[in-house]
């Protein structure tokens, strides 16, 4: 378990390396890094989300090509890696 002298010898190691002044902009950085891994998880599970069986409405998988449900063939769109 972390406590507290952990923490505050690990600030005054992060201190050391990088200096008072680029804190600010590595912690901007981490910000923006961690916004845009959000943006991008919960695009991805919308993604996954709306493609559902055209017959039975059963939400599908990106790969899959026929329902497990009713068995019906769905068609396979392309996903652009961009």
Request: net charge neutral; glycine share 4%.
């Given at each position: 378990m972390i406590g507290n002298q952990d923490l505050i010898l690990g600030a005054i190691i992060v201190?050391?390396?990088f200096g008072a002044k680029k804190l600010p902009?590595?912690?901007g950085a981490l910000?923006?890094?961690m916004?845009?891994?959000k943006k991008g998880a919960t695009e991805g599970a919308a993604d996954?989300?709306?493609r559902t069986?055209?017959?039975c409405q059963t939400p599908l998988e990106a790969e899959w090509s026929h329902c497990?449900?009713?068995g019906a063939s769905t068609p396979v769109t392309a996903i652009s890696k961009t």
């Open positions: 201190i050391v390396l902009e590595l912690a910000g923006k890094s916004k845009e891994f996954n989300a709306s069986c055209a017959s497990p449900c009713c």
